[in-house]
């Protein structure tokens, strides 16, 4: 799934951060990444954070005794390994900070004709404008946006609008999403094929990993393995609360295809605090289609849904 | 009648609309200048007081003017919109003016910092937390903020009982609603403990308890408050130097007093 | 009644209720004004230009002018403004829908605050009005923009604006859920709950009547299975028996 991802390698039990050429030809010139991060800022945010999220990963690998010495594994391995065993909570948190910011960073491409530019407080007052570039040429991704989102205009608003109204950390993704359930396709189908039907946008908070099938029924299975004695009321139809839980960890597969990171690290150097919306703009002008062509799982036109 | 009239009137001039603005530190025209020596300089200040406080509360106005909250102090809508599912935006934007500004009351220059220290009465309740002196408290903070992901704000409270907890709220939590403290985080897995915290709070909420915490010292944790001096990874820098600048005597007088 | 022109003529219309009975007792002023009457019209006539006049007046009044018949009735005033705010109204009903604010100490205090630049102001909320306002600005700053235009474009950046102040509080919400948050007041949950209350009580009475309806059906066994009157008894007692349970 993620074979184009460079974290694969695996040596002694280390993970390092994948050589970036444009990334390090940037930081030997001491030029800007043109038209998003400036030269300072992607020092720190690529080499000196990435840096940092690795040598505390492997620190703690080295700690732990989950990994077998002569398996080779990858960091979405590690990730899933991790995710359910608290005592492994940091190193969780290493491990799905690395993988976002690679998933990130690879995505992005330079583009000269941005400005990066500090905004004041008259930013928020202003509308977000409707020009814009950088429109994806490949004709089938153009009509899987349209039929899932209605538009290109549709689906960089909601796109923009979903990353600025994080407030904290957190990362917006664009997802190709299986049409249905995991739980489904378990027991109804022997080949288990997802099939991808529809494109997607889900938001992550503070180092939180995508990966439904993790996720979901996590607190259903927790109040299975603790035995809660929940009042059930025969009668009833069912809370809110299960329904939101259901809809929200509904695990469909889901293949992440592009994510912008909008945590406050990444805008507040080069925009300033009142610039989130203008670093979200840029970031669409610099994000490189071929990249998330590559990761486009094959589209299924079916319109069955369960 | 007259008199009723002037009243209203009164009233009517103190609801008049106006935006929020920024309240005024003491400090606040050495610092704009200066900044405060090795913590911030006067960039650092720019950005982490004067505009982020004003991104904040200019958020603030224009999602409040023409509603019930217009009027109020951040701290009012704090309160009014923490249990509110649709506003909780809203709430955002108050409860960090809120912790912002309650971050930076408690800041002062170097040397006044220096003359001044946890009263005995506040160390002696810290005994209670296996917290023997200043350094340990510092070494237990700043431990538990290294170990938090994002961004956040880290309270030390006097809770009902009057002993003291810390509060590791993340993003905008507030230390005065337990509903609205975020002090766990379901991103990732989701272990027995945070469940049972969880199951615990939906109760509480159940119950329609009333939460009688009340913040003594907050060390923000938020990357606008160290991204300008030490860099996106320079958290635990700027963690060792804040505690120079905490005004102990304004700390210790939060402390509800005998 | 005619528009009473004559305020000096109160104590003469007065007397004449008085006569006529149409007014029981004196009113309180009527001996006052009886003792002191009004010494003059206090109404204002309109300047009459005299032809040979040397009064400056006279330049600025129109050749030929005529007081209108109906110079006391309030004119009907024209704005553009109206047309545009009947216009978005009429479409969007349920941003009437939205609370408002009506405390305001100087009508137009506010507005003269705003600049237009923006369709966000600091001293006002964004509704219906901040889209009329928007429009006029449009309208005057660029020459070129029909009425139609400036309206569509500002009702786009409305549209826009909207829709990001309806994700900020959906993603405030998830996000400080996914941090632990448990927020009491949840508008779907209350509906919800109150759409139960009535579901159990027709679940209740869905399981009498079925009961009901199972042992009757036993009880006429013996008449031909699936025979029509049977079976319409049946079903009009059921219908009459939910009736009044619901009473």
């Keep these: 799934m993620f074979k184009n991802t460079k974290i694969l390698s695996r040596r002694l039990s280390t993970f390092s951060l994948p050589v970036n050429k444009s990334l390090e030809g940037i930081k030997a010139t001491g030029e800007n990444f043109q038209g998003l991060f400036s030269n300072k800022t992607i020092n720190q945010l690529w080499f000196e954070r990435g840096e940092n999220l690795s040598s505390n990963l492997n620190n703690l690998l080295s700690q732990t005794s989950i990994l077998k010495n002569d398996k080779e594994y990858s960091l979405q391995t590690i990730i899933s390994l991790s995710m359910n065993t608290p005592e492994l909570y940091q190193l969780h948190k290493y491990a799905s900070n690395l993988f976002n910011l690679n998933f990130f960073i690879e995505s992005l491409k330079q583009n000269d004709a941005n400005k990066i530019e500090k905004k004041n407080v008259d930013a928020l007052l202003e509308t977000p404008k409707n020009s814009f570039g950088n429109i994806p040429t490949d004709h089938d991704f153009l009509d899987w946006i349209n039929y899932s989102f209605g538009s290109i205009e549709e689906f960089r608003n909601l796109l923009i609008n979903s990353g600025r109204a994080i407030n904290g950390d957190g990362i917006v993704w664009v997802v190709a999403e299986s049409s249905m359930s995991e739980n489904y396709l378990d027991k109804n189908l022997p080949q288990k094929v997802p099939r991808f039907t529809n494109l997607a946008i889900v938001n992550t908070y503070n180092g939180g990993v995508l990966n439904d099938a993790e996720r979901s029924g996590q607190i259903s299975r927790m109040k299975k393995l603790l035995k809660e004695e929940t009042e059930e009321d025969e009668l009833e139809l069912g809370s809110v609360e299960e329904a939101e839980y259901n809809v929200a960890y509904h695990n469909k597969s889901l293949i992440p295809i592009l994510s912008i990171d909008v945590s406050p690290r990444n805008y507040l150097l080069d925009y300033g605090v009142f610039g989130k919306q203008k670093y979200l703009e840029n970031v669409w002008e610099c994000i490189d289609w071929d990249v998330v062509l590559r990761r486009l799982p094959e589209r299924t036109t079916q319109l069955i849904t369960m | ?186 991103n990732g897995g989701i272990d027995e403990h945070t469940f049972k915290q969880l199951e615990n709070l939906k109760q509480r909420v159940k119950n329609g308890d009333s939460d009688f915490n009340l913040p003594i010292l907050a060390i923000s944790y938020w990357d606008i408050m160290y991204i300008h001096d030490f860099g996106i990874n320079g958290k635990s820098e700027y963690l060792n130097k804040v505690w120079d600048y905490i005004n102990w005597d304004i700390v210790n007088k939060r402390l509800f007093q005998v | 009644m005619k528009i009473q022109t004559q305020a000096v003529n109160i104590l003469e219309t007065a007397s004449n209720a008085l006569k006529s009975g149409l007014l029981k007792e004196k009113p309180v002023w009527y001996d006052i004004i009886l003792k002191y009457p009004p010494k003059h019209n206090l109404i204002k006539k309109p300047h009459q230009p005299k032809t040979n006049s040397s009064d400056p007046r006279n330049d600025e009044i129109v050749k030929n002018f005529k007081i209108p018949k109906d110079i006391h009735k309030i004119p009907k005033l024209k704005f553009i403004e109206d047309t545009i705010r009947d216009t978005f109204y009429k479409h969007h009903p349920w941003e009437l829908a939205r609370p408002k604010n009506l405390i305001e100490i100087n009508g137009d205090e506010i507005l003269k605050k705003c600049n237009w630049k923006n369709m966000l102001q600091l001293y006002k ?123």
């Design chain 3, 125 to 247: 909320p964004l509704d219906g009005e901040s889209v009329v306002q928007r429009t006029m600005y449009l309208i005057k700053n660029n020459k070129n923009l029909s009425i139609f235009d400036a309206y569509d474009l500002s009702r786009m950046e409305f549209y826009k604006l909207r829709m990001f102040e309806e994700m900020q509080s959906h993603i405030s919400k998830e996000e400080s859920i996914m941090n632990g948050a448990i927020i009491e007041l949840n508008y779907l949950k209350q509906q919800m709950e109150k759409e139960n209350e009535y579901l159990k009580q027709w679940i209740i009475q869905g399981m009498k009547q079925t009961k009901i309806l199972e042992a009757s059906s036993n009880k006429s066994s013996q008449v031909p299975v699936g025979s029509i009157i049977e079976n319409d008894i049946n079903q009009t007692s059921l219908f009459e028996d939910l009736v009044n349970l619901d009473k």
């Design chain 2, 1 to 186: 009648m007259f008199k009723s009239i002037t009243r209203n009137s009164q009233r009517i001039r103190i609801n008049s609309r106006s935006i929020h603005t920024i309240p005024k530190l003491e400090l606040h025209d050495q610092w704009k200048t200066n900044g405060l020596s090795n913590l911030f300089s006067s960039q650092g200040y720019t950005e982490s007081w004067i505009n982020f406080q004003n991104y904040l509360l200019t958020n603030l106005t224009l999602l409040t003017n023409g509603t019930g909250n217009e009027t109020k102090h951040p701290f009012q809508i704090l309160l009014n919109t923490a249990k509110q599912s649709t506003k909780q935006h809203i709430f955002h934007f108050a409860s960090m003016a809120f912790n912002n500004h309650f971050f930076y009351q408690q800041l002062t220059n170097q040397e006044i910092a220096k003359e001044t220290k946890p009263s005995r009465f506040l160390m002696e309740k810290l005994i209670h937390q296996d917290i023997d002196s200043l350094e340990s408290l510092k070494l237990k903070m700043n431990n538990i903020i290294m170990n938090s992901n994002g961004q956040g704000v880290l309270f030390l409270v006097e809770s009902k009982d009057k002993s003291l907890q810390f509060l590791n709220c993340s993003n905008d939590g507030t230390p005065f609603y337990y509903g609205k403290n975020q002090i766990l985080d379901l």
